[in-house]
């Protein structure tokens, strides 16, 4: 009697999708919020591989200086400009990694 379709592509594919399981839970685990980072009166940029980070003021890569940080906040766009403007900020950071759409909003203010 043949074995059912079923049983015989789980053994085939079971071990892969088990693999990409551990790997995304890995990921959920030691993901690196990089806004949880800063706080207020540091200077910030913009980094593609960590969100924003902290940089000298005298950097040219420096965008402003941090004035606010409210960790656990909304991230949608209206919540994170209602933030800001509270502390003379029109210019915000949100972290890339948000969970039930909260995540860090960092206000920032340019550079004088």
């Not at 906040?73 to 990694?97: K, L, Q």
Request: proline letters at 5%.
């Amino acid at each position: 009697m043949p074995k059912p379709a079923h049983a015989s592509s789980l053994r085939r594919f079971g071990p892969i999708l088990l693999a990409v399981l551990a790997f995304l839970v890995f990921r959920a685990v030691t993901s690196d919020d990089a806004a949880q980072d800063i706080s207020t009166g540091q200077c910030v940029t913009a980094d593609p591989a960590r969100d924003v980070r902290a940089v000298d003021c005298s950097d040219p890569a420096a965008l402003g200086r941090v004035v606010f940080v409210q960790r656990e906040a909304f991230t949608d766009d209206s919540s994170v400009r209602r933030i800001c403007a509270g502390h003379g900020s029109t210019r915000a950071f949100t972290s890339a990694v948000s969970q039930g759409g909260t995540g860090t909003v960092v206000c920032v203010v340019p550079l004088t």
